[in-house]
C-alpha cells in the first residue's frame, strides 16, 4: 500500500482492494442488511480507511466509523481526525486529516459522456473538453469531476453541495473553493483522483 501525503498532516491512498475476510466488527454491523454486492464495496472501503489509519495515526485503525450529516464518514471518538472514503466500479480510495476536514473522489471515466454534461459541469473550457476524441474528452471530464466532488465531500455537503459549481478547467492540478484546497494526483495515481483538504 503506497501512502501519498498530500500536504503535511493529510494523506491519501487508492487501489483495487478487496473486502478481508472477516472485518472489523463495527464494520460488519453497519454491513449487515445491506445487498451483497453493496456490503462488499462497503467493507473494502472501510478495510482500506482502516489500513491508512494504521499507518499514519496507529491507534486509529480500530475506532468506529459512523456516517455524519449526508453521509461523510467520521470518528467520534477523535474528533482531531477527518476522514473521507470513494469507490467507484472496484476502485477504492482513502484520506485522513488532522485538525482539518478532508474530502477524496475516485472516478472511472465513463464510456459515455454527452456534451451537455461537459456543459453543464466544466463553466470554463468546456468547449475543448468537448473537442477532445472521446476517450480522452471522458478521462478528463473524470479528473475534472473528481476534484469538485472532493471539494463538496470536504465540505460535508455532497451533491447537495452542487459539485458541478466548483470552477475547475481541463488539465487543471490545483485550486482553491470556498475554504479548501484541492489537488489532483495526476503525477500519483493513473485512474483519476482528487483530494481536497480544509485550508489551515
Partial sequence: MNVFEIVPQVWAVSGRVTAPPG???HDLAAAAGMAAWRAEEF????????RLLAEVTPG???LRVVPGANGKPALPDRPDLAISIAHDEGHFAACVGVGRAVGIDV???????APGVVRRCVRAGHEAVNA?????????????????EACVKAEGSGLAGG??????GPGQTTGTWKGFMWR?????FETPLSCAWEAA
Avoid at 107 to 113: A, M, Y
Avoid at 138 to 143: G, H, L, P
Avoid at 163 to 168: E, I, L, S
Fill in 23 to 25: 472485518g472489523h466488527p
Fill in 163 to 168: 459539485p458541478w459549481t466548483v470552477d475547475v
Fill in 184 to 188: 489532483s494526483l495526476r503525477d500519483t
Fill in 60 to 62: 486509529a485503525e480500530s
Fill in 43 to 50: 467493507l473494502a472501503g472501510r478495510a482500506l480507511l482502516r
Fill in 107 to 113: 472516478q472511472q471515466p465513463t464510456e459515455h459522456l
Fill in 132 to 148: 477532445l476524441p472521446p476517450g480522452e474528452r471522458s478521462r478528463e471530464f473524470a479528473w475534472i469531476w473528481t476534484a469538485q
